[in-house]
């Protein structure tokens, strides 16, 4: 007997299940993009506008950017 779609009631159809790993593939391969994305900034870019990317990337994920400049001075100064 139909149902009021015009399909049987228990026969289910599933279209796109095979498929599935798309999605989780798609994500790798975005994820693989942006991670070289970012490695060729960081190789093909003077010194002070690769500072500002790191310093761009440390505040976008919540942290504090340090240059090494300034960690290295506050390094000397607690030895002496």
């Not at 790798?28 to 002070?48: D, E, N, Q, R």
Request: cysteine-free; aromatic content about 12%.
């Amino acid at each position: 007997m139909l149902g009021a779609d015009g399909h049987h009631g228990h026969e289910e159809e599933d279209h796109g299940d095979e498929e599935i790993w798309l999605i989780s593939y798609s994500d790798l391969m975005t994820l693989l993009f942006g991670f070289f994305v970012l490695m060729y900034v960081f190789a093909s870019t003077k010194t002070g506008e690769a500072e500002k990317v790191r310093e761009g990337l440390a505040k976008s994920f919540g942290g504090s950017y340090v240059s090494p400049q300034e960690e290295l001075a506050t390094q000397l100064k607690q030895k002496t």
